[in-house]
């Protein structure tokens, strides 16, 4: 998903925690658009800190 923007991304993570919060077959679609919002937000990082940080906890996700 890196060509879609940060907004678009929260968008998406929205309407996957929606579905999720409705029915637990969405769950795994949540949990992905976890990561892909860490990573969105990585991206759009200024600093180098700020990236690594974000960086870490879309790893995180992926680790559980």
């Not at 993570?13 to 769950?27: G, N, P, Q």
């Not at 969105?40 to 870490?56: E, M």
């Amino acid at each position: 998903m890196s060509d879609i923007s940060l907004d678009r991304v929260q968008h998406l993570h929205l309407v996957a925690a929606e579905l999720a919060s409705r029915d637990t077959a969405f769950l795994p679609i949540f949990e992905r658009m976890e990561v892909e919002l860490a990573e969105a937000q990585a991206r759009a990082a200024s600093d180098p800190i700020s990236q690594a940080r974000l960086r870490l906890e879309a790893t995180r996700f992926t680790n559980a």
